[in-house]
């Protein structure tokens, strides 16, 4: 008899649910909170889609930062460009877009998405040559070197499009609401859930049954290890940083559709609340990423409606509280 046999079966991992369920409890806790019914379910759909939103913007960025090491201030420039470019596919369909079709307004939007996430995707690998290998493991150059990208993109963003807000229109078919009894839901932000759902367990399923999936969580583990072993870490780095891009990108259309709005200084606005969610949950987890992107919408919704004067640093407050419970976020995958 084996010494593994004589120890019996290996000991499963103790799975951690208690993150998991935090968007459920604080929910139900703002319940009575709020009191209407109609309300409550109101606010729930509007943090679950803006959460998912938050999450696709977000998601790149955790790996990148969980991989990588790479501390990218600069992520907000990808959900800029993104949304930006999604405007050159809008504003000349703009009849396309109006019409009361909904092929004739997946016509714009789908080539929309892909065209602001393929060049997004380029510009990553841009990005990741010419300011990211340079300076890998140095944090303090990482961080003015991309702060420094975000604020020359941001320029050059103005002197494309000038200073002034460009409107991006929903589509005519996504305008108005479902009604379920009391309670009237967005079409769009129903088309906002599916994507973010779509986008999460699309990565899922690459982290946790492919071969890169595989690698990449090796890298996140060991590096040293991965690289031991014959595998160019590099262009696993230069693929991972590539999709968070295109992902930023897809974002940033989802939310100046969302806004009905584009301007330069968006990606700006959003980077630090991305930085928010990714620490929340933890460096390297696209599921803490996923469950801190629904605190920090629910927090900014229910928060809003109830203490309008808080809604400025719930976000902030968010991130401390569960700080303080958990040092490394909620799923943190790396010790970094």
Request: charged share 10%; glycine share 12%; proline share 4%.
């Amino acid at each position: 008899m084996t010494d593994t046999a004589a120890a019996g079966p290996l000991p499963k991992p103790k799975r951690d649910f208690l993150p998991a369920l935090l968007p459920a409890a604080f929910a139900l806790l703002m319940l009575p909170l709020v009191g209407s019914a109609s309300s409550w379910a109101t606010l729930l759909a509007a943090s679950l889609a803006m959460g998912m939103m938050i999450f696709i913007m977000a998601s790149g960025l955790t790996l990148v930062f969980g991989l990588m090491d790479v501390l990218n201030f600069g992520h907000g420039a990808f959900i800029a460009v993104g949304a930006y470019v999604a405007t050159l596919v809008f504003l000349p369909l703009a009849g396309l877009s109006q019409a009361d079709s909904l092929a004739s307004n997946l016509a714009v939007l789908v080539p929309a998405a892909v065209l602001s996430m393929g060049i997004t995707a380029v510009l990553g690998l841009v990005v990741e040559r010419v300011l990211i290998l340079p300076v890998y493991g140095q944090h303090l150059k990482q961080i003015l070197m991309t702060t420094g990208g975000l604020i020359v993109a941001e320029q050059t963003l103005y002197a494309l499009w000038g200073p002034q807000i460009i409107p991006m229109p929903l589509p005519a078919s996504l305008r108005g609401s479902f009604i379920f009894g009391d309670v009237a839901i967005a079409k769009y932000r129903l088309l906002a859930m599916l994507v973010g759902l779509v986008v999460f367990i699309s990565i899922q399923l690459v982290l946790n049954r492919t071969r890169i999936g595989l690698l990449i969580r090796a890298g996140v583990e060991n590096r040293e290890m991965v690289e031991a072993l014959g595998y160019r870490i590099r262009r696993l780095f230069l693929g991972v940083f590539m999709v968070g891009a295109a992902l930023a990108g897809l974002g940033g259309v989802m939310w100046g559709l969302y806004r009905e709005q584009v301007h330069a200084s968006i990606g700006d606005e959003l980077t630090v609340l991305v930085f928010i969610v990714v620490i929340i949950g933890g460096l390297g987890s696209v599921g803490g990423c996923f469950i801190g992107a629904l605190l920090v919408a629910m927090v900014a919704n229910y928060g809003g409606f109830l203490v309008p004067k808080l809604a400025l640093v719930s976000n902030i407050l968010l991130m401390v509280a569960i700080l303080m419970w958990r040092p490394r976020g909620l799923y943190a995958v790396t010790s970094r």
